[in-house]
């Protein structure tokens, strides 16, 4: 998820069992090849050796898929080449992404207008790595409307994607919910490749919902996963004894946003860190009370010593709602 999960967040989402395999922010693609820095910055584990036989991956071994973002069929094929010579091991293309900025330089999810055009990025890039690596892709429902889901996802899998991800919305639908994960059914059947489903998965009832209405054997956690870091070990923890995880405590949180600040602090100024730390403060403040309360006493902060200092101290008190 772009500006919000890099190397250090994917090491720490990863520390316990749970995600089988995790993808970088996107490398925008324009109309060059681009130097080998910046899938390095995008894509650290790149030059990791954790686990040489398994590169790129993080400290505990999860695979990292490289994802591109481009809409020239040529540029898209360059830098898919570079990224295999660095060292890739699965390339995903993003046809997904709402942001106005790259929908009008053609990117992301303003490809779900022309599936041929969809199909051409796909063909590109997996005809430029060859057997080498595979190629996946992720799309929405549509652009505006879902007139055009199902021969999106025909044209990825006819352009060669291995894998489909589909995100249960259109464009224009945003992050507003609900999901519709009965969508990506429809299209699971008519295509032959992996589909996973995608989309407002908060939670263990999310995920059984999600499966059952798409069909679907994997999903793809974003802000589930940031909201309560724990979701995927609590769903693998599910899957294999048929318990559940207890919830998430906040000295859980806590620590984990204290180590995520250790990790940022080695290259970033503290500044920097607090407003990461708020950012991520933020995605779990939406599912979780305790959080929200600490999101509350700790916003106008800047200082990382006094903010670190702040999640570690004990509850502040609830807000009182409605009273004079
Ligand atoms: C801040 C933000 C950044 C995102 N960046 C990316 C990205 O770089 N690549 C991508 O495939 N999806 C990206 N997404 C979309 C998510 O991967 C996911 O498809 C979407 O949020 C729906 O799933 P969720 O409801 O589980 O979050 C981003 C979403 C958010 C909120």
Redesign the pocket.
């Known amino acids: 998820?772009?500006?919000?999960i890099d190397a250090h967040c994917r090491d720490l989402l990863t520390r316990e069992a749970g995600f089988d395999w995790t993808?970088t922010?996107?490398v925008r693609v324009v109309d060059a090849r681009l130097p080998p820095r910046v899938f390095y910055k995008h894509c650290p584990e790149l030059l990791n050796n954790h686990h040489p036989e398994l590169q790129p991956a993080t400290p505990t071994g999860i695979p990292v898929h490289l994802?591109l973002l481009g809409s020239d069929p040529d540029a898209l094929a360059a830098n898919a080449h570079q990224a295999l010579r660095l060292g890739a091991i699965s390339l995903?293309l993003?046809f997904?992404?709402p942001a106005k900025l790259v929908n009008r330089h053609d990117g992301g999810a303003s490809m779900l207008r022309d599936p041929e055009r969809l199909y051409r990025a796909v063909d590109a890039v997996q005809s430029a790595v060859g057997d080498h690596i595979p190629v996946t892709a992720?799309i929405r429902l549509g652009f505006s409307d879902r007139r055009l889901a199902l021969a999106c996802a025909q044209a990825a899998e006819a352009g060669g994607a291995a894998q489909l991800v589909v995100?249960a919305r259109t464009r224009d639908e945003g992050?507003r919910p609900p999901?519709h994960w009965e969508w990506i059914g429809r299209i699971r059947t008519r295509l032959s490749i992996p589909v996973v489903a995608?989309?407002?998965?908060w939670s263990l009832e999310d995920y059984w919902k999600a499966r059952t209405l798409s069909g679907c054997r994997d999903v793809?956690?974003?802000?589930?996963a940031l909201a309560d870091p724990w979701l995927a070990p609590r769903i693998r923890h599910w899957q294999r004894t048929g318990h559940r995880l207890a919830p998430t405590t906040w000295s859980q949180r806590a620590s984990l946003l204290s180590a995520y600040a250790a990790m940022q602090r080695n290259t970033l100024p503290d500044k920097v860190v607090v407003s990461l730390l708020k950012q991520w403060l933020n995605h779990m403040r939406a599912r979780n009370p305790e959080a929200a309360q600490r999101f509350q006493a700790l916003r106008r902060i800047t200082d990382l010593n006094t903010f670190l200092g702040g999640l570690n101290q004990p509850a502040p008190p609830a807000i009182a709602v409605g009273q004079p």
């Open positions: 998820m772009e500006g919000v993808v922010e996107f994802q995903d993003n997904g992404c992720k995100h992050y999901a995608n989309g407002d998965i793809m956690l974003g802000r589930g």
